[in-house]
Each structure stands twice: as structure tokens, then as C-alpha cells.
């Protein structure tokens, strides 16, 4: 091997790099097969090396790195309802539109509409109706407007073409270039019309299996144009296609397999014979609710469909396929798990299954996460509210989280196998079905005008958010979107546990003596302040005096000792609640309750009987609680520091 090591890995580096050129060098600079073996360990060092460096590259940024899959699956969540609300507002921006303008655009389209009017017209002036173009030959042969009579009536346009009959609903949108969107396409071949005896002015078109719809027209003469229409033009189509039209399939060299031309000629034209049958049994199978062989039948004559001859009546059967695939997409997309067979276990899981199978991925993403959705409402409404609100907000949590997350891991192997990516749509999902969670978390913890209890509020919060850790497994950290929804509730609860703290403090600061507190040991309420006190490293005992019995004096006034008790316990809660979009009202909340009870203490009377107890508080506020509270803020809640809060020390000792 004559080459160095470091020949070798630039040109391995080198962005155009050729493997094909590469080894063809070898082979002509290489004198037999030691050398390329040699240089085949050189290269298979190169790759351990870099391999190496790369493991080490990946633990160094191991936290970066997932740091970054949590801001893209959360940026793709963002881009996907972006493209909702951007639908939505389009659809908002359509509805405040002018509606003189409108009316006025739909009078002169109107007008322009004539019986002898091209399909390609039609399709201008029509929204979704380009199907039109996959039969040729079709031609209009009359048109009008009419009233569709269901539970709500409205004003419709119905078409006349010479195989089908197409509706289409007025638009509200001034600046679209069509003035109707389709509503109904109907093959003529299938429908049946009947008279309504009762209503003079209505008639009724059923298409077989399932569809049925009335029509009222202006007049009676126009209800009898309609009806001899529609009748003449199916006598017509029966004529002219006659009972079983001719088509071809395209054959291919695959396709010819071992046996004579004629024996592959009659395979052919049974695999005909059999797609002029598929649209009706298609709709038996659609009318029985027999999905399952509907769509085995669609996924077998797949290939055959894409083979039909675009000449004779090809496009005209494939175009009658496409409908009852259609029609079966919207049928499978429309079962919810409320109804009948498909309310509990695998039988949910079959109309998603299927439409996999006939390629519609959105479709199915959207069934399944609306089947669970449903699920998981019914799971939540099983729960009794019983017991304490902390109990009842476990049981909640554990139901919501430990189901979305499971429903996540479900839509992975659900949807594996699919090459679009869906799992967009299961984070959209996740946030929408968190909204709806924290508004009922909102509703049990955040009550309006009432408060609950310190500490409960903050052990519910923290209970939510030990639970929504769960969604990990399926790479999402909701924490972010936790504390959004719910920043409303814990900021009205800061402040309004607050504005008690500062309500009592007042009515304790009127009410004061200025004396030693008196405690008996035998109760242990001095054990308990003691405890309370250790949290913040600050010792109960410089401020006690013992008489040698079982009371206890500390040189504190009552007021500080019961400000530290409930202050204490607003701490607590708010550092369970804690997060940054509540960090400036939780710093003036604690700031303004801290200097409020230490400007109580300058305003006690100059007596010289409670100067001791005066100064023995003042200095406990000053030099040993306050300190303790900003450390304890800067260590375990904000991670941060608080010059705010330190500025009442310098303000202390000025006054």
C-alpha cells in the first residue's frame, strides 16, 4: 500500500466524492489483492475513527440535541394549526364579505347560464365540479334553480347532463371566480324520481343505495319540465349505452402469461367483465354496510382500474368507481364510536384499518383520533368526584395523561407504515385535547370567586404536571403548553391568596399587644414553628425564653408569628405553581407582603415596656427572615435573583 492514511481519508472527505471513480483507480494502481485488502483496512479505520468521533460528538450533545427534537415537534405543531386558523380565517374573511356584492356577481353568473351552455363553462362557473371532464361526450340538457327541502331548506342549483345530475350551492365569496360549489353528483343510470302527491310543487330523486333528496320548484309547470327532463334523459342514456358496454384493458408483457394469445385475451376480457360489474356490487355492499368486502374488492381490481383503455367506455367506468369509492370514504370517515357496532374495542379500530387500505391516510388520521377523543371523554365523565379535590385531580390526571399516551403509542403502530407523516396531526390533537383538560382542571382548582385552601392549589398543580410527564415516551414535553393553559388560574389564585395574606395582616396589626408569645410544650405548637423556621435555616431558639415549667416564651410579637405561618404556606403553593410567565407577579405579590408587615413593626409605640419584643421582631424580620425568604426564592423557585425584594432591606434600614 502506498498511499498514507491521510490520502485515503481525503478523498473520502472530499464532497464530490465518486465510489465508482474511486475504486476504479484502486484497481489500476494496485498491484494485486494484498494491496486491496490493505486498503481496505485503511478505509475500514477511517470509518471505526469517524464512527468513534461521532458517539462522542452525540453524548457531548446529548441534552442539545434533545433540547431541539422537543422545539421541532413543538414548531411542527405550530405550522399545522397555523394552516387551521389560516383556513379559518380565510372562511371568516369570506362570510364578512358584502353580501350586495355577492348577489350581484351571482345575478350576472346567472344570467350567463344557458341550456346550450359547454361543460367547460359549467366547470368555470362551479366550484369541485372538474369531474365533469372524465367522460367525454357529456353534454348539458337543462338547468334551473330550485329549493332543497330537508330540515333546513335551501336555495340550490340542480344541472341536467346527459348521464348525471350534478347540484351546486350558491357561494358567499364576492372575489371567487366560481359562483357555485357541487353539492350532489348523481349518476343518472341509478336514480329514481317520483312524484310527492301531497306537496304539489315537490318531486324526489333517490339514488340506490341510500341517498334521497327532495326538490321544490317554483312552479307547477317547472315541477313538470323537471320530472319529463329527467325521465326522457334516462330513456335516452338506456339506448344509447345499451344493457353491458364494451371496454379494453391495456395489457402489458406482464401480463401475458404462459397459454396461447386467445387464452390471455379471454382472461382480459373477464377481468373486463368483471369491473362492468364492480360499481354495482360495490353498491350492494355500501347499502349492507358491508365495508370490509367493498373494500377488498376495490384494492383487487386496483390494477385492472389503472389499466382500463381510455377509449369505448373506460373513463365513463372508472369515473362510476371513483364515485362509489367516494361515497364509501365518506361512509367509513362519518362511523363515530357512539354507534352500534363500533362503539367498544377492535370493532372502532376496522373503519380506520380500512380506510388504510384504500389509501386515505388523512382520512383515517382524523377518524382515529376523533374515535379516542370520544374514548377518552367517556373514561373522564366515569370519574366520581369524591373525597378531597387533590384525590379527585389525581384520578383525572392519571385517566387524561396515561390515555393520551397510550393513544400516542397506538398511532405509531397504527399508522407506521404510512409515507406521509402523521404525526403532526396526533400533536395537534394532544394540544386541542389539553385545552379541553385544562379548562376542566380550571373549573375543579381555579373556581371563580371563590378560593381554595393554601396548598391545594399548588399540590393539584403539581399533581397535573408529575403526570403529563408520561407523554415523554412519545417524545413530547408538554410542561410549556401546561403552564400557558393554565397561567390564567394560577395567576387570579397568587393574587388573590395574596390579597388575604395582606387582609389579615392588617387585622392582626390592629389588633396587636406587642407581647411574647406564650406556648406550652405539652401542645407542641413550638416544635411545629420550630420545623417551620428550619426550612429557611433560621433558628427559633435565640428568640426563646423557658421559665423551668412547660411554658415556652418567645420574645416575637403575635402578629410576625402568625405572618410567618401563612406566608410560609403561600410560599409553598406558589413554588409549586411557579413558572415564568407568573414570575413578575409572584416577585410584587412577596415583595409588597414582606414589606408591608415590616412597616409594621416601625409603627409600634414608643413604649419602653415593648421595646424588647419591638426590636426582638424587627430584627428577626430584618436580619433573619427576609434574607432566608430571598434564598430560598433565588435557590428552589425562580433560580434566579431578586434585587427587587433585597431593596426592603435597604429600605429597613434607612427607616
Same mark, same amino acid.
Given at each position: 500500500? &502506498? ?36 486498503? *481496505? *483496512? +485503511?478505509?475500514?479505520?477511517? *470509518? ?25 415537534? !413543538? ?6 394549526? =397555523? ?29 350567463? %347560464? ?25 353534454? @348539458? ?52 324520481? @317520483? ?16 341517498? @334521497?333528496?327532495?326538490? /321544490? ?9 323537471? +320530472? ?23 395489457? &402489458? ?35 349492507? /354496510?358491508? $365495508? ?25 367506468? *372508472? ?15 362519518? +362511523? ?5 357496532? !363500533? ?17 386515505? +391516510? ?10 379516542? &377523543? ?8 366515569? %370519574? ?21 399516551a397510550a393513544v400516542g403509542t397506538e398511532f405509531k403502530a397504527v399508522f407506521s407504515n404510512t409515507e406521509a407523516g402523521c404525526m403532526p396531526s396526533y400533536v395537534a390533537w394532544v394540544e386541542s385535547e389539553l385545552e379541553w383538560f385544562a379548562d376542566m382542571f380550571s373549573r375543579q382548582v381555579f373556581p371563580q370567586g371563590s378560593v381554595v385552601g393554601h396548598g391545594v392549589a399548588g399540590e393539584c398543580v403539581a399533581i397535573a404536571l408529575k403526570h403529563a410527564n408520561q407523554l415523554s415516551v412519545n417524545g413530547l414535553d408538554i410542561s410549556f403548553l401546561m403552564h400557558r393553559l393554565l397561567q390564567p388560574g394560577i395567576a387570579e389564585t397568587l393574587k388573590r391568596n395574596h390579597i388575604q395574606i395582606m387582609e389579615a395582616s392588617q387585622l392582626r396589626a390592629k389588633e396587636e ?18 420545623? =417551620? ?7 427559633? &431558639?435565640? !428568640? ?32 409549586? @405553581? ?17 414589606? $408591608? ?48 425584594? /433585597? ?9
Amino acid at each position: 500500500m &502506498s498511499e498514507p492514511w491521510e490520502h485515503y481519508e481525503n478523498k473520502l472527505k472530499n464532497e464530490h466524492f465518486n465510489p465508482k471513480e474511486f475504486v476504479q483507480q484502486l484497481c489500476k494502481n494496485l498491484d494485486n489483492a494484498q494491496d486491496l485488502y490493505g486498503v *481496505k *483496512k +485503511v478505509v475500514e479505520g477511517i *470509518k471505526q475513527t469517524h464512527a468513534t468521533e461521532l458517539k462522542k460528538n452525540v453524548y457531548k450533545n446529548y441534552g442539545q440535541f434533545i433540547q431541539t427534537s422537543k422545539e421541532i415537534t !413543538y414548531l411542527e405543531a405550530e405550522m399545522y394549526k =397555523l394552516g387551521h386558523l389560516l383556513t379559518e380565517q380565510k372562511a371568516l374573511i369570506s362570510s364578512l364579505t358584502d353580501d350586495n356584492i355577492t348577489s350581484e356577481k351571482n345575478e350576472a353568473l346567472d344570467i350567463s %347560464i344557458t341550456e346550450d351552455m359547454s361543460i367547460a363553462k359549467i366547470v368555470e362557473l362551479v366550484q369541485g365540479a372538474a369531474v365533469l371532464h372524465d367522460i367525454p361526450g357529456r353534454k @348539458m340538457i337543462h338547468n334551473g334553480n330550485l329549493i332543497e327541502v330537508g330540515e333546513e331548506e335551501r336555495q340550490i342549483r340542480l344541472f341536467l347532463m346527459n348521464d348525471c345530475i350534478m347540484s351546486a350551492a350558491p357561494t358567499k365569496s364576492a372575489w371567487m371566480s366560481e359562483a357555485y360549489k357541487m353539492v350532489h353528483l348523481l349518476e343518472l343510470k341509478n336514480v329514481t324520481i @317520483m312524484d310527492v302527491q301531497d306537496q304539489k310543487l315537490c318531486f324526489k330523486i333517490t339514488q340506490y343505495p341510500a341517498n @334521497m333528496f327532495m326538490y /321544490r320548484a317554483e312552479t307547477e309547470q317547472k315541477k313538470i319540465e323537471w +320530472v319529463s327532463h329527467i325521465k326522457r334523459a334516462q330513456q335516452d342514456l338506456k339506448e344509447a349505452v345499451g344493457d353491458r358496454p364494451d371496454i379494453e384493458l391495456k395489457q &402489458s408483457r406482464d401480463d401475458m402469461i404462459e397459454g396461447t394469445w386467445e387464452e390471455n385475451q379471454r382472461r382480459a376480457k373477464f377481468r373486463a367483465d368483471a369491473l362492468l360489474e364492480l360499481p354495482e356490487q360495490l353498491d350492494v355492499c355500501i347499502a349492507q /354496510r358491508d $365495508f370490509e368486502n367493498a373494500v377488498r374488492k376495490l384494492r383487487d381490481a386496483k390494477q385492472d382500474i389503472a389499466k382500463l383503455d381510455q377509449s369505448n367506455h373506460g373513463p365513463e367506468i *372508472k369515473a362510476r368507481i371513483d364515485s362509489r369509492l367516494r361515497q364509501l370514504t365518506d361512509m367509513l370517515t362519518e +362511523v363515530n364510536m357512539g354507534s352500534g357496532m !363500533y362503539a367498544h374495542g377492535k370493532a372502532s379500530k376496522k373503519p380506520v384499518k380500512q380506510l388504510l387500505l384504500l389509501e386515505k +391516510v388523512t382520512q383515517a388520521t382524523s377518524l382515529f383520533l376523533r374515535n379516542k &377523543s370520544t374514548s377518552l371523554k367517556m373514561s373522564i365523565r366515569r %370519574i366520581k368526584m369524591e373525597g378531597t379535590m387533590t384525590l379527585y385531580i389525581t384520578k383525572l390526571s392519571q385517566t387524561f395523561f396515561s390515555t393520551v399516551a397510550a393513544v400516542g403509542t397506538e398511532f405509531k403502530a397504527v399508522f407506521s407504515n404510512t409515507e406521509a407523516g402523521c404525526m403532526p396531526s396526533y400533536v395537534a390533537w394532544v394540544e386541542s385535547e389539553l385545552e379541553w383538560f385544562a379548562d376542566m382542571f380550571s373549573r375543579q382548582v381555579f373556581p371563580q370567586g371563590s378560593v381554595v385552601g393554601h396548598g391545594v392549589a399548588g399540590e393539584c398543580v403539581a399533581i397535573a404536571l408529575k403526570h403529563a410527564n408520561q407523554l415523554s415516551v412519545n417524545g413530547l414535553d408538554i410542561s410549556f403548553l401546561m403552564h400557558r393553559l393554565l397561567q390564567p388560574g394560577i395567576a387570579e389564585t397568587l393574587k388573590r391568596n395574596h390579597i388575604q395574606i395582606m387582609e389579615a395582616s392588617q387585622l392582626r396589626a390592629k389588633e396587636e399587644h406587642w407581647k411574647k408569645c406564650e406556648f406550652n410544650r405539652q401542645t407542641g405548637d413550638i416544635k411545629k414553628l420550630d420545623d =417551620l423556621l428550619k426550612i429557611y435555616n433560621v433558628d427559633l &431558639s435565640k !428568640y426563646c425564653v423557658s421559665t423551668g415549667d412547660d411554658k415556652i416564651y418567645v420574645t416575637l410579637c403575635h402578629s410576625v408569628i402568625s405572618f410567618v405561618r401563612s406566608f410560609h404556606s403561600y410560599l409553598l403553593d406558589a413554588k409549586k @405553581m411557579y413558572n415564568v410567565r407568573v414570575k413578575k407577579q409572584l416577585i410584587d405579590s412577596i415583595t409588597s407582603c414582606l414589606q $408591608f408587615q415590616a412597616f409594621q413593626l416601625k409603627l409600634a409605640p414608643p413604649d419602653e415596656d415593648i421595646r424588647t419584643v419591638v426590636s426582638s421582631s424587627d430584627m428577626f424580620m430584618n436580619k433573619e427572615f427576609i434574607p432566608a425568604v430571598i434564598s430560598f426564592l433565588e435557590t428552589q423557585v425562580t433560580q434566579q435573583p431578586v434585587p427587587q425584594i /433585597r431593596n426592603i432591606l435597604d429600605t429597613n434600614d434607612m427607616l
